[in-house]
């Protein structure tokens, strides 16, 4: 898609959904994830008079998702906020088994994408979960294809290796 006639609008409502996704899997909490979406609209505001259509606008906002993503976890390490109240869970239907399953391991998959580097995590991120080609992730984090197939080989081996720990854990409870 051309950067000529592309508004802050269009590109939020063809690629809003997505841009959420990826900073959730990026570590922002959803609690956060709409107001650092919000954040990485500020800056695609910003900064599309400037885009040149070198990469796809999905691999350019990816990039801005990436950066804003690595800030929020740079804040929220440094300032935890503690909740007074639990927020409740959301009821589900008796017999949603399958519901609890993927909520399970979609919290799971968080747990481990929180202990990657943010370099293995955003190549994880983008090429297994996304489905982005590893050109495009290449682009988006700025780095050279080989770099970006070996942060791939070495977050799948982490990823791999955690799946297993948990399996184990769960075999002896």
Excluded: N
């Excluded at 040149?52 to 976890?73: F, K, M, P, Q």
């Excluded at 955003?122 to 050109?135: D, K, Q, T, W």
């Excluded at 197939?149 to 720990?165: G, K, N």
């Amino acid at each position: 898609m051309a950067a000529r006639g592309l508004s802050t609008a269009d590109v939020f409502r063809q690629f809003g959904g997505f841009a959420w996704r990826v900073l959730r899997r990026l570590g922002v909490r959803e609690d956060d994830a709409d107001d650092v979406l919000q954040e990485v609209f500020i800056a695609v505001h910003r900064k599309l008079p400037g885009f040149e259509g070198r990469s796809s606008v999905r691999t350019w906002l990816y990039g801005i998702c990436v950066r804003i993503a690595s800030d929020y976890r740079q804040r929220t390490r440094t300032r935890i906020e503690a909740s007074s109240q639990l927020a409740p869970e959301p009821a589900v239907d008796a017999g949603q088994d399958e519901h609890v399953a993927v909520v399970q391991a979609r919290a799971m998959l968080d747990g481990i994408l929180d202990r990657l580097d943010d370099f293995k995590r955003a190549v994880f991120v983008l090429y297994e979960i996304e489905g982005l080609p590893m050109s495009e992730v290449a682009v988006a984090l700025e780095c050279p294809l080989q770099t970006a197939y070996s942060r791939l080989h070495a977050a799948r081996r982490e990823v791999a290796a955690a799946v297993l720990r948990l399996q184990e854990q769960e075999r002896f409870r």
